[in-house]
Each structure stands twice: as structure tokens, then as C-alpha cells.
């Protein structure tokens, strides 16, 4: 395929998902700030296809479940949850989750995935933002900022 054919087929695809984003962004109901910032994260790391399949109520009741959970673990100083999402959203039932909530490390979800492959465990879903925080002097989540060098970064794991 001819490289100009390629960049017209990724820059429409990029142009769908920013769309698929800004619907789902609209529809979100929190005037929180920092809820935003983390649901573009978490968007911009889900694929086209999940964006553009699920219904769009179901993907901001997903995002308000991660950032509820975002915010606990990360006053923890971090996080781990496995569970079985019973009556949570749809395209859930008969899945396990798998969330993390920790200060970044290299090769974590490296990790992860070598274990769940050792296994014989199938990842449906993997979602991994990573976010720079800010927080106020009482450990609460204050800010999610732009990522910047020698900063103190979380990172989300979701797996399905």
C-alpha cells in the first residue's frame, strides 16, 4: 500500500476517534474538572472500535466506576482489585477485572501479561493511561496534569 494511502487511512481513523471522544465527553455529567481530564486519559488509551460499539451511557458509567476507584486507590498511595463485575455494565458479564492503581514502573504490564499468558488466561480488554497527579496537602486528588519528565506518574492497569 502507498505511504499516502496509509497516512489518509490513519489520520481518518484518528479523526473518528477524536469524534467518538468529544460525543462521550459531552454526555459526562460531572462538573469536576479532574474527572474530565481523567475520562479524555482513559478514552484516548480505548480503541476506535470500543468507543464506536458500546453505548455511550455505558462508557461514562465506566469511566465514573475507574475514576471513583482512581481517586481511593491513589490516596492509598495505590491499589490493587480483582473482581467479577456482576450487573455492571453489559458487555462485562461472565469477565473478570483486573484493576492496579500505583506509582508508574517500568515493565509492570510486561508483567502482567507474561503471567496471564503463563496461564493460559485470555486479556480481552487492556487499558493502561498513565497520569501525572497533583494533591493537596491531605493526599486528595487535586489535578491530573499534562505528562512531564522526573514527575511522579500513576499508572492505571484495566484488564478484562
Do not use: C
Not at 51 to 59: F, G, H, M, V
Not at 96 to 115: C, W
Amino acid at each position: 500500500m502507498e505511504p499516502s494511502k496509509v497516512k489518509s487511512l490513519v489520520e481518518s481513523a484518528e479523526k473518528k476517534k477524536v469524534k467518538a471522544i468529544g460525543m462521550i465527553m459531552s454526555q459526562l455529567s460531572s462538573e469536576k474538572a479532574v474527572m474530565r481530564k481523567f475520562s479524555a486519559l482513559f478514552l484516548g488509551s480505548m480503541s476506535i472500535r470500543t468507543l464506536q460499539s458500546l453505548a455511550k451511557s455505558e462508557i461514562v458509567k465506566f469511566l465514573q466506576d475507574r475514576f471513583d476507584y482512581f481517586e481511593k486507590a491513589i490516596e492509598k498511595g495505590g491499589d490493587f482489585r480483582a473482581f467479577n463485575p456482576l450487573g455492571s455494565q453489559s458487555w462485562l458479564e461472565k469477565k473478570q477485572i483486573i484493576e492496579m492503581v500505583n506509582p508508574d514502573a517500568p515493565h509492570l504490564l510486561i508483567t502482567l501479561e507474561g503471567l496471564f499468558k503463563k496461564y493460559n488466561l485470555k486479556i480481552t480488554r487492556k487499558l493502561h493511561p498513565i497520569m501525572l497527579t497533583k494533591m493537596d496537602s491531605k493526599g486528595k486528588l487535586e489535578d491530573i496534569l499534562p505528562l512531564a519528565p522526573h514527575q511522579r506518574l500513576y499508572s492505571y492497569i484495566y484488564l478484562e
